[in-house]
């Protein structure tokens, strides 16, 4: 790295010290539009309702490769639980501390560090576009982020013709897992109705506690496929039980359940519904159901970007990418409708944890791989 070369510890560690907790931005942008902006990118700052969004480009031609990824951040959580400042992007023994380090603003700043090692060394002999679109509202209800950038940009007639989404994908080691598809997310929100009566006499009542615990038995104990080629089996899981009862010899007359499925490409979420509700009205008795998906299963086959992406890991790292679609949801599940897509970052161990924190080895691995990938992606055919 050049004596001017931008750094991405340094650039991350300031992203890191603008605690933008979702939906809040805290000056999180104006950072990486003022490094964007170094570089000649054109920064257009886009807000949808309170959430602040960025879209930059730096060329006009074909094609208009996209790096996507997010700045909001969940919340720390109990302080206590740190042995740092989340905020403070402390460095300690090689390590970057911080909300964010890992998911995923160390990636944000190894790609803009990245890209500007490409212009350097391709100067203005160029041809395609790096784009970025980051946005604000990942990590919340991802209705204002990238939707509807992705919206914004098809009324100006602007194509991405390949996204890479900077999400922490590595699993152990960094390079050692890309995402090529995601798991589609349904949940379903249960309510069971009973017939409240005295615990001594049953006769006279309906239990709906009793006949949540027989539904959500239907839903648990059935196999709901075995996996595909690309996925691993869906999985059904109860996240809450709710009887509100504070009386130990009242039968409550409503109970309620909130479970969600991570599915593969055997179901949409239509199907999905469908078939929760045959297993429940096999159970019997009076319930309301409201389901809503976050997002429908996909998978990008192999092709160009996956395949530069992984020979990019395979040099700088020596490692062969595996291909997963396991994890959970990405604002990927919003781009693959627009173009290919594919997912590639750092190590995920300590995402959402306290005492997030990311190597500094890593970062400095992570721009090079980023670096290398542009290259070869631009390379004339």
């Not at 929760?276 to 019997?284: A, T």
């Amino acid at each position: 790295m050049s004596p001017t070369a931008l750094d991405p510890a340094a650039l991350a560690a300031a992203l890191i010290r603008r605690p933008s907790v979702t939906p809040k931005d805290e000056g999180a942008l104006d950072v990486v539009a003022g490094a964007l902006e170094k570089l000649g990118f054109d920064c257009h700052r886009l807000v949808f309702g309170e959430i602040h969004n960025l879209y930059a480009r730096r060329g006009d031609g074909r094609p208009n490769l996209c790096f996507a990824g997010h700045t909001d951040v969940v919340p720390p959580g109990e302080a206590e639980a740190w042995s740092f400042d989340p905020f403070s992007a402390a460095i300690r023994d090689g390590v970057l501390c911080g909300r964010g380090a890992v998911d995923m603003k160390g990636a944000i700043a190894a790609f803009i560090a990245a890209a500007e090692r490409l212009y350097a060394a391709r100067g203005r002999d160029f041809a395609g576009s790096v784009s970025l679109l980051i946005t604000g509202d990942e990590e919340g209800d991802a209705v204002n982020g990238t939707r509807k950038v992705l919206e914004w940009l098809g009324q100006r007639g602007e194509v991405i013709d390949a996204s890479l989404v900077g999400e922490p994908t590595s699993a152990e080691r960094l390079g050692d897992m890309i995402k090529i598809g995601r798991r589609g997310s349904m949940t379903g929100r249960l309510t069971v109705h009973g017939v409240q009566g005295h615990t001594a006499y049953p006769h006279l009542a309906d239990n709906a506690a009793h006949r949540l615990v027989a539904m959500l038995h239907a839903l648990t104990e059935a196999e709901l496929d075995h996996g595909t080629a690309h996925f691993q089996p869906s999985t059904l899981q109860v996240s809450t039980i709710d009887i509100a009862n504070p009386a130990s010899n009242v039968i409550p007359a409503t109970a309620r359940a909130v479970f969600n499925i991570r599915f593969n490409d055997c179901w949409t979420s239509d199907q999905l519904e469908r078939w929760v509700r045959q297993r429940l009205d096999e159970v019997g008795g009076r319930y309301t159901l409201e389901i809503s998906a976050s997002g429908e299963s996909f998978i990008v086959p192999p092709g160009k970007l996956s395949d530069c992406l992984a020979e990019a890991i395979r040099r700088i790292s020596g490692r062969a990418p595996e291909l997963s679609t396991t994890g959970g949801t990405s604002d990927a599940r919003f781009i693959h409708a627009h173009c290919p897509v594919a997912e590639f970052g750092l190590v995920g161990q300590t995402m959402h944890k306290a005492d997030e924190r990311v190597d500094l080895s890593d970062l400095t691995a992570l721009t090079a791989i980023y670096h290398a990938f542009l290259e070869l992606f631009f390379e004339p055919e």
